[in-house]
Protein backbone atom coordinates (compact mmCIF):
# COMPACT_ATOMS: atom_id res chain seq x y z
CA UNK A 1 0.00 0.00 0.00
CA UNK A 2 1.40 3.56 -0.62
CA UNK A 3 1.35 6.29 1.41
CA UNK A 4 -1.71 8.02 -0.58
CA UNK A 5 -3.42 5.07 0.08
CA UNK A 6 -2.56 4.84 3.24
CA UNK A 7 -3.78 8.44 4.18
CA UNK A 8 -7.16 7.70 2.40
CA UNK A 9 -7.51 4.17 4.47
CA UNK A 10 -6.78 6.56 7.61
CA UNK A 11 -9.22 8.82 6.72
CA UNK A 12 -11.91 6.81 5.43
CA UNK A 13 -11.17 4.67 9.15
CA UNK A 14 -11.91 8.01 11.13
CA UNK A 15 -14.98 8.96 9.10
CA UNK A 16 -16.69 5.67 9.80
CA UNK A 17 -15.04 6.06 13.20
CA UNK A 18 -17.41 9.37 14.00
CA UNK A 19 -19.84 7.69 12.40
CA UNK A 20 -20.45 4.94 14.84
CA UNK A 21 -19.24 7.23 17.87
CA UNK A 22 -15.71 5.02 18.27
CA UNK A 23 -13.85 6.70 20.84
CA UNK A 24 -10.31 5.79 19.39
CA UNK A 25 -9.10 4.49 15.86
CA UNK A 26 -6.02 2.28 16.69
CA UNK A 27 -3.23 1.57 13.56
CA UNK A 28 -1.23 -1.19 14.26
CA UNK A 29 1.61 -1.83 11.04
CA UNK A 30 0.59 -4.65 9.07
CA UNK A 31 -3.29 -5.23 10.45
CA UNK A 32 -6.19 -2.93 9.30
CA UNK A 33 -7.08 0.11 11.78
CA UNK A 34 -9.54 -0.96 14.42
CA UNK A 35 -12.32 0.93 16.08
CA UNK A 36 -13.34 0.71 19.74
CA UNK A 37 -16.88 1.67 19.84
CA UNK A 38 -18.34 1.24 23.14
CA UNK A 39 -15.35 -0.14 25.16
CA UNK A 40 -15.14 -2.80 22.13
CA UNK A 41 -12.83 -3.04 19.49
CA UNK A 42 -13.97 -3.86 16.45
CA UNK A 43 -11.88 -4.09 12.80
CA UNK A 44 -12.75 -1.64 9.92
CA UNK A 45 -13.14 -3.18 7.19
CA UNK A 46 -9.33 -2.64 4.28
CA UNK A 47 -5.70 -3.80 3.97
CA UNK A 48 -3.12 -3.52 6.38
CA UNK A 49 -1.01 -0.66 6.68
CA UNK A 50 2.73 -1.23 5.84
CA UNK A 51 5.23 -0.18 8.75
CA UNK A 52 6.71 2.18 6.81
CA UNK A 53 3.46 4.17 5.66
CA UNK A 54 2.27 3.82 8.80
CA UNK A 55 5.40 6.14 10.18
CA UNK A 56 4.92 8.60 7.66
CA UNK A 57 1.21 8.53 9.08
CA UNK A 58 2.08 9.25 12.21
CA UNK A 59 4.57 12.21 11.56
CA UNK A 60 2.23 13.84 9.74
CA UNK A 61 0.26 14.07 12.47
CA UNK A 62 2.97 15.39 14.72
CA UNK A 63 4.62 18.68 15.08
CA UNK A 64 8.67 18.99 15.21
CA UNK A 65 8.85 18.72 19.05
CA UNK A 66 6.94 15.69 19.25
CA UNK A 67 8.88 14.23 15.99
CA UNK A 68 11.78 14.66 18.26
CA UNK A 69 10.12 13.39 21.88
CA UNK A 70 9.25 9.95 19.03
CA UNK A 71 12.96 9.56 18.00
CA UNK A 72 14.57 10.04 21.85
CA UNK A 73 11.76 7.99 23.57
CA UNK A 74 9.41 5.95 21.49
CA UNK A 75 6.06 7.82 22.69
CA UNK A 76 5.01 11.00 21.39
CA UNK A 77 1.62 12.60 21.64
CA UNK A 78 -0.12 15.35 20.21
CA UNK A 79 -3.48 17.21 19.77
CA UNK A 80 -4.64 17.73 16.29
CA UNK A 81 -7.68 19.42 14.41
CA UNK A 82 -8.73 17.23 11.09
CA UNK A 83 -12.08 18.74 9.81
CA UNK A 84 -13.34 20.54 13.14
CA UNK A 85 -12.82 17.57 14.85
CA UNK A 86 -10.20 17.64 17.79
CA UNK A 87 -8.15 14.58 18.42
CA UNK A 88 -5.05 12.95 20.15
CA UNK A 89 -3.15 11.30 18.87
CA UNK A 90 -0.06 9.20 20.60
CA UNK A 91 2.74 7.39 18.79
CA UNK A 92 4.69 4.88 19.55
CA UNK A 93 7.66 2.74 18.36
CA UNK A 94 7.02 -1.17 18.79
CA UNK A 95 8.96 -4.23 17.79
CA UNK A 96 7.15 -4.03 14.30
CA UNK A 97 7.13 0.29 13.65
CA UNK A 98 5.12 2.68 14.87
CA UNK A 99 1.67 2.60 16.17
CA UNK A 100 -0.68 5.20 16.55
CA UNK A 101 -3.87 5.28 18.38
CA UNK A 102 -6.27 8.43 17.66
CA UNK A 103 -8.98 9.32 20.18
CA UNK A 104 -11.67 11.64 19.26
CA UNK A 105 -12.04 14.50 21.87
CA UNK A 106 -15.09 16.58 22.46
CA UNK A 107 -15.75 19.53 20.94
CA UNK A 108 -17.59 21.18 23.69
CA UNK A 109 -16.54 20.68 27.25
CA UNK A 110 -19.12 18.70 29.04
CA UNK A 111 -20.74 19.64 31.98
CA UNK A 112 -20.43 17.54 35.49
CA UNK A 113 -23.79 16.86 35.03
CA UNK A 114 -24.30 15.17 31.64
CA UNK A 115 -20.79 12.98 32.37
CA UNK A 116 -23.28 12.37 35.56
CA UNK A 117 -20.37 13.15 37.88
CA UNK A 118 -20.72 12.50 41.85
CA UNK A 119 -22.36 15.82 43.27
CA UNK A 120 -20.27 15.77 45.79
CA UNK A 121 -17.12 16.38 43.40
CA UNK A 122 -18.49 19.51 42.36
CA UNK A 123 -18.45 21.31 45.50
CA UNK A 124 -15.41 19.75 46.70
CA UNK A 125 -13.66 21.58 43.71
CA UNK A 126 -15.02 25.07 44.47
CA UNK A 127 -12.57 24.61 48.72
CA UNK A 128 -10.19 27.00 48.51
CA UNK A 129 -7.35 24.61 49.12
CA UNK A 130 -6.53 21.03 49.42
CA UNK A 131 -5.81 18.16 47.21
CA UNK A 132 -8.47 16.21 45.02
CA UNK A 133 -7.60 13.12 43.15
CA UNK A 134 -9.38 11.65 40.15
CA UNK A 135 -8.26 7.56 39.83
CA UNK A 136 -9.15 5.17 37.26
CA UNK A 137 -7.59 3.41 34.12
CA UNK A 138 -6.45 4.67 30.97
CA UNK A 139 -9.28 5.51 29.11
CA UNK A 140 -11.45 6.09 31.65
CA UNK A 141 -12.24 9.63 31.35
CA UNK A 142 -10.25 10.90 33.66
CA UNK A 143 -8.98 13.89 31.11
CA UNK A 144 -12.73 14.85 30.21
CA UNK A 145 -14.03 14.71 34.01
CA UNK A 146 -11.24 17.02 34.69
CA UNK A 147 -12.02 19.60 31.62
CA UNK A 148 -15.72 19.32 33.05
CA UNK A 149 -14.53 20.72 36.63
CA UNK A 150 -12.30 23.17 35.15
CA UNK A 151 -15.01 24.45 33.02
CA UNK A 152 -17.66 24.70 35.59
CA UNK A 153 -15.07 26.25 38.06
CA UNK A 154 -14.44 29.21 34.82
CA UNK A 155 -18.54 29.75 35.02
CA UNK A 156 -18.99 30.04 38.74
CA UNK A 157 -16.04 31.50 40.26
CA UNK A 158 -13.25 34.16 39.79
CA UNK A 159 -9.65 32.14 40.15
CA UNK A 160 -6.54 32.02 38.62
CA UNK A 161 -6.62 28.46 37.41
CA UNK A 162 -2.81 27.29 35.79
CA UNK A 163 -3.33 23.42 34.08
CA UNK A 164 -0.49 21.35 33.16
CA UNK A 165 -1.44 18.70 30.90
CA UNK A 166 0.24 16.10 28.16
CA UNK A 167 -0.70 17.05 25.41
CA UNK A 168 -3.32 19.89 26.47
CA UNK A 169 -6.73 18.56 25.19
CA UNK A 170 -9.48 20.73 25.66
CA UNK A 171 -8.68 24.58 25.36
CA UNK A 172 -11.29 26.75 27.74
CA UNK A 173 -11.78 30.22 27.24
CA UNK A 174 -11.69 32.01 30.38
CA UNK A 175 -14.72 33.42 31.53
CA UNK A 176 -14.71 34.18 35.15
CA UNK A 177 -11.61 32.84 35.73
CA UNK A 178 -8.28 33.41 34.31
CA UNK A 179 -6.88 30.28 32.82
CA UNK A 180 -3.19 29.55 31.60
CA UNK A 181 -2.74 25.60 30.22
CA UNK A 182 0.74 24.57 29.57
CA UNK A 183 1.87 21.60 27.82
CA UNK A 184 4.71 18.83 29.20
CA UNK A 185 7.33 19.23 26.53
CA UNK A 186 5.95 21.78 24.63
CA UNK A 187 6.01 24.46 27.08
CA UNK A 188 7.42 23.01 29.90
CA UNK A 189 10.12 19.95 30.12
CA UNK A 190 8.14 18.63 33.19
CA UNK A 191 5.54 18.05 35.13
CA UNK A 192 7.35 18.85 38.57
CA UNK A 193 8.96 21.92 36.73
CA UNK A 194 5.49 23.11 36.25
CA UNK A 195 4.37 22.71 39.20
CA UNK A 196 7.24 24.65 40.60
CA UNK A 197 6.87 27.29 38.11
CA UNK A 198 2.85 27.82 38.80
CA UNK A 199 3.50 28.13 42.50
CA UNK A 200 5.62 31.17 41.74
CA UNK A 201 2.74 33.19 39.22
CA UNK A 202 0.27 33.45 41.75
CA UNK A 203 -2.54 30.46 41.33
CA UNK A 204 -5.53 29.65 42.77
CA UNK A 205 -6.04 26.22 41.35
CA UNK A 206 -3.51 24.10 39.96
CA UNK A 207 -4.74 21.26 37.75
CA UNK A 208 -2.28 18.27 37.04
CA UNK A 209 -3.10 15.83 34.05
CA UNK A 210 -0.85 12.84 35.64
CA UNK A 211 0.92 12.01 39.12
CA UNK A 212 3.70 9.66 37.08
CA UNK A 213 6.41 10.11 39.13
CA UNK A 214 7.77 10.83 43.07
CA UNK A 215 8.66 14.49 42.05
CA UNK A 216 5.74 15.35 40.28
CA UNK A 217 3.77 13.69 43.62
CA UNK A 218 5.89 15.96 45.97
CA UNK A 219 5.57 18.69 44.29
CA UNK A 220 1.61 18.39 44.20
CA UNK A 221 1.80 17.70 47.69
CA UNK A 222 3.47 20.72 48.60
CA UNK A 223 1.28 23.01 46.14
CA UNK A 224 -1.67 21.55 47.94
CA UNK A 225 0.48 22.62 51.58
CA UNK A 226 0.71 25.88 50.43
CA UNK A 227 -2.95 26.85 50.06
CA UNK A 228 -3.81 26.40 46.98
CA UNK A 229 -6.70 23.91 45.31
CA UNK A 230 -4.84 20.88 43.03
CA UNK A 231 -6.83 18.20 41.16
CA UNK A 232 -4.75 15.44 39.61
CA UNK A 233 -5.29 12.15 38.44
CA UNK A 234 -3.52 9.17 38.94
CA UNK A 235 -3.58 6.20 37.02
CA UNK A 236 -4.81 3.17 39.73
CA UNK A 237 -8.01 1.27 39.81
CA UNK A 238 -9.42 2.08 43.36
CA UNK A 239 -9.58 4.05 45.99
CA UNK A 240 -7.07 2.20 48.36
CA UNK A 241 -4.65 1.86 45.20
CA UNK A 242 -4.58 5.89 44.99
CA UNK A 243 -3.46 6.31 48.05
CA UNK A 244 -0.93 3.62 47.90
CA UNK A 245 0.31 4.80 44.78
CA UNK A 246 1.15 7.99 46.27
CA UNK A 247 3.13 6.44 49.57
CA UNK A 248 4.59 3.84 47.25
CA UNK A 249 6.46 6.97 45.04
CA UNK A 250 8.56 7.54 48.50
CA UNK A 251 11.44 5.73 49.67
CA UNK A 252 10.22 3.14 52.86
CA UNK A 253 12.45 5.43 55.45
CA UNK A 254 9.86 8.40 54.51
CA UNK A 255 6.69 6.43 53.95
CA UNK A 256 5.19 7.35 57.28
CA UNK A 257 6.05 11.08 56.57
CA UNK A 258 4.66 10.85 53.22
CA UNK A 259 1.40 9.54 54.49
CA UNK A 260 1.09 12.47 57.16
CA UNK A 261 1.38 14.75 54.48
CA UNK A 262 -0.81 13.49 52.66
CA UNK A 263 -3.37 13.08 55.05
CA UNK A 264 -3.08 16.73 55.93
CA UNK A 265 -4.18 17.58 52.52
CA UNK A 266 -6.36 14.95 51.01
CA UNK A 267 -9.62 16.11 49.81
CA UNK A 268 -11.20 13.44 48.11
CA UNK A 269 -10.29 10.88 45.87
CA UNK A 270 -12.76 9.55 43.17
CA UNK A 271 -11.70 6.82 40.72
CA UNK A 272 -14.03 6.40 37.93
CA UNK A 273 -14.36 3.48 34.65
CA UNK A 274 -16.82 3.44 31.85
CA UNK A 275 -19.46 0.81 31.22
CA UNK A 276 -21.65 0.33 28.50
CA UNK A 277 -25.11 1.24 29.21
CA UNK A 278 -28.07 -0.37 28.22
CA UNK A 279 -29.64 1.31 25.76
CA UNK A 280 -26.38 -0.26 23.94
CA UNK A 281 -24.82 3.64 22.84
CA UNK A 282 -22.97 5.01 24.89
CA UNK A 283 -20.76 4.53 28.03
CA UNK A 284 -21.63 5.39 31.83
CA UNK A 285 -19.26 6.59 34.31
CA UNK A 286 -18.98 4.85 37.67
CA UNK A 287 -17.29 5.77 40.66
CA UNK A 288 -16.18 5.15 44.11
CA UNK A 289 -15.70 8.25 46.11
CA UNK A 290 -13.81 8.67 49.64
CA UNK A 291 -14.16 12.07 51.31
CA UNK A 292 -11.46 13.04 53.65
CA UNK A 293 -12.92 12.82 57.40
CA UNK A 294 -11.14 13.17 60.03
CA UNK A 295 -11.64 8.99 60.26
CA UNK A 296 -10.13 8.71 56.81
CA UNK A 297 -7.17 10.83 57.37
CA UNK A 298 -6.63 8.37 60.57
CA UNK A 299 -6.66 5.56 58.60
CA UNK A 300 -4.03 7.19 55.80
CA UNK A 301 -1.84 8.20 58.73
CA UNK A 302 -1.79 4.67 60.00
CA UNK A 303 -1.09 2.98 56.52
CA UNK A 304 -4.93 1.19 57.07
CA UNK A 305 -6.06 1.60 53.30
CA UNK A 306 -7.65 -1.62 53.61
CA UNK A 307 -10.21 -0.20 55.93
CA UNK A 308 -10.88 2.68 53.15
CA UNK A 309 -13.78 0.65 51.76
CA UNK A 310 -15.72 -0.16 55.18
CA UNK A 311 -15.60 3.96 55.51
CA UNK A 312 -17.27 4.49 51.73
CA UNK A 313 -19.81 1.76 52.35
CA UNK A 314 -21.08 3.36 55.02
CA UNK A 315 -20.59 6.97 54.50
CA UNK A 316 -23.18 7.13 52.00
CA UNK A 317 -24.71 10.35 54.05
CA UNK A 318 -21.36 12.50 53.35
CA UNK A 319 -21.52 11.66 49.79
CA UNK A 320 -19.44 8.67 49.54
CA UNK A 321 -19.81 5.33 47.61
CA UNK A 322 -18.03 2.40 46.92
CA UNK A 323 -18.52 0.88 43.13
CA UNK A 324 -20.54 -2.16 43.99
CA UNK A 325 -22.74 0.45 45.13
CA UNK A 326 -23.05 2.80 42.30
CA UNK A 327 -22.86 -0.50 39.73
CA UNK A 328 -25.80 -1.25 41.95
CA UNK A 329 -27.67 2.03 41.52
CA UNK A 330 -27.17 2.04 38.25
CA UNK A 331 -28.71 -1.27 37.41
CA UNK A 332 -31.90 -0.75 39.92
CA UNK A 333 -32.71 2.51 37.56
CA UNK A 334 -31.96 0.33 34.21
CA UNK A 335 -28.77 2.55 33.06
CA UNK A 336 -26.67 -0.32 32.78
CA UNK A 337 -27.35 -4.38 32.37
CA UNK A 338 -26.17 -7.10 35.20
CA UNK A 339 -23.71 -8.24 32.87
CA UNK A 340 -21.79 -5.21 32.78
CA UNK A 341 -22.25 -4.39 36.36
CA UNK A 342 -20.63 -7.72 37.07
CA UNK A 343 -18.04 -7.62 34.53
CA UNK A 344 -17.12 -3.82 35.83
CA UNK A 345 -15.95 -5.33 39.37
Do not use: W
Not at 3 to 32: F, I, N, W
Not at 45 to 52: F, L
Not at 245 to 269: C, K, Q, T, W
Amino acid sequence: MTSALATVLVSDAMHAAKTRGASDVHLVPGLPPMLRIDGRLEAYAGAGISSNDLEQVALSLLGDAERERLNESGDATATVVDAGTTIRAHAARTANGVSVTLRFLAREVPSPRSLDLPDVLSDLVRSPRGLVMLGGPTGSGKSTTLASLIAMLNDTSARKIVTIEDPVEYRIAPRRSLIVQRQVGRDVRTFAEAIRGALRSDPDVIVIGEMRDTETISAAISAAETGHLVLATVHTGDVPQSIDRLVDAFPSDRAEHARGRIANVLLAVVCQRLVPRAAGSGRQLVAEVLIATDAVRHMIRDGKHHQLPSVMATSRRLGMQTLEAHLASLVARGAITTDCAEAAR
